[in-house]
């Protein structure tokens, strides 16, 4: 696999739509090298029996109740990519029935931006809860992509088993809070189709956007709370140098990164985990998880700013008195 036949994979680009999705599937795998998946036995249980700790300790810690998804897959950045493809190809489905004036030239940008986006965060990602957003059934999955979570793990300097461990619990952390919110997948589908569909008429409708960024700093942020809650060790470590790694990199890489607006993920973990430590502190874990019993108690983007304001409303909803 070389960039060259990166480069020729979107150059070849064809079919009708506004993307050509097997040939950002081929570019960005081409643009990656997919990684060792060299697993003995004993590596994939090891996977396996952090998961199951991680739902354990979880539903202990927490008192939801959850399950993790049937998939879980340790995967190489490759698997990773058609995953991801796949989601991509469901979300911006609306995009390609729209015509271009310069179906051609649009089609190849397209394809080659989605693929150098893809390829980019292939190569960081560790570990990934996918909803399978807007899919044709009711499982999510769960992938841990290997190669990335050995080099971070040997980059930061840490143990690889208590790494692994680490990144299993913040994954699973995540099928709790689906667990917890039958309905946060569909308020996600809800606001992704609506940002979608106005894209495809021409529009960009920022308010879905910005409600889909506000439930995900909530999702991000809650998971970051729980897990530290949760995760059987010491972790001050780990968190710093996780924290390090989001905010560093070459200046080249930090350029991608905004380029591809992660910088606003990085947001949401940092925004998040603040407004839900205010939060704790005040009520309790308990009273942080209030947070999945509606759509409704979702903090809007001030409250994410403002806390007490978020405990005001919910209380007030609840028919509660403020302690």
Same mark, same amino acid.
């Given at each position: ?14 079919? +009708? ?30 996977? @396996? ?10 539903r202990d810690v927490s008192g939801l109740e959850f399950d993790v998804p049937e998939t879980v897959e340790i995967q190489n950045r490759h698997h990773w990519v058609d995953a991801n493809v796949a989601t991509f190809r469901r979300v911006f489905e609306p995009l390609n029935e729209r015509a271009s ?34 899919? +044709? ?19 930061? +300097? ?31 589908? +809800? ?10 008429d021409g529009e960009v409708r920022r308010e879905a956007f910005r409600e889909l960024h506000v439930a995900m700093t909530a999702v991000e942020g809650y998971a970051e709370l729980l897990m530290d809650e949760a995760f059987d060790g010491e972790y001050a470590d780990l968190r710093a140098k996780l ?74 909803? @609840? ?5």
């Amino acid at each position: 696999m070389t960039l060259f036949e990166s480069a020729r994979a979107v150059a070849n680009a064809g079919g +009708d739509g506004a993307i050509d999705w097997d040939a950002v599937s081929e570019a960005a795998k081409a643009a990656t090298d997919p990684g060792d998946l060299d697993l003995s036995e004993a590596e994939a249980e090891a996977y @396996a029996a952090d998961v199951r700790d991680a739902r354990a300790q979880l539903r202990d810690v927490s008192g939801l109740e959850f399950d993790v998804p049937e998939t879980v897959e340790i995967q190489n950045r490759h698997h990773w990519v058609d995953a991801n493809v796949a989601t991509f190809r469901r979300v911006f489905e609306p995009l390609n029935e729209r015509a271009s004036y310069l179906p051609g030239v649009a089609r190849s940008l397209n394809t080659a931006t989605t693929a150098g986006a893809l390829a980019f965060v292939s190569r960081h990602v560790l570990g990934q809860y996918d909803p399978l957003l807007l899919a +044709d059934t009711s499982d999510h999955a769960l992938y841990f992509v290997h190669p990335n979570v050995v080099g971070a793990a040997d980059s930061l +300097d840490v143990a690889f088993p208590r790494f692994r461990r680490w990144i299993a619990f913040h994954e699973v952390t995540h099928a709790a809070e689906f667990g917890a919110a039958p309905w946060l997948a569909d308020h996600l589908e +809800d606001q992704l189709e609506a940002g979608v569909a106005a894209l495809a008429d021409g529009e960009v409708r920022r308010e879905a956007f910005r409600e889909l960024h506000v439930a995900m700093t909530a999702v991000e942020g809650y998971a970051e709370l729980l897990m530290d809650e949760a995760f059987d060790g010491e972790y001050a470590d780990l968190r710093a140098k996780l924290d390090a790694r989001r905010r560093g990199g070459s200046p080249l890489t930090n350029l991608v990164k905004r380029a591809l607006g992660l910088q606003l993920k990085r947001e949401q973990y940092e925004r998040g985990r603040a407004f839900f430590e205010t939060v704790a502190a005040e009520r309790g874990l308990a009273g942080a998880s209030r947070v999945w019993d509606d759509p409704e108690y979702l903090p809007t983007d001030a409250e994410l700013d403002a806390p007490r304001a978020w405990l005001a409303r919910v209380t007030d909803s @609840a028919g509660e008195t403020a302690e």
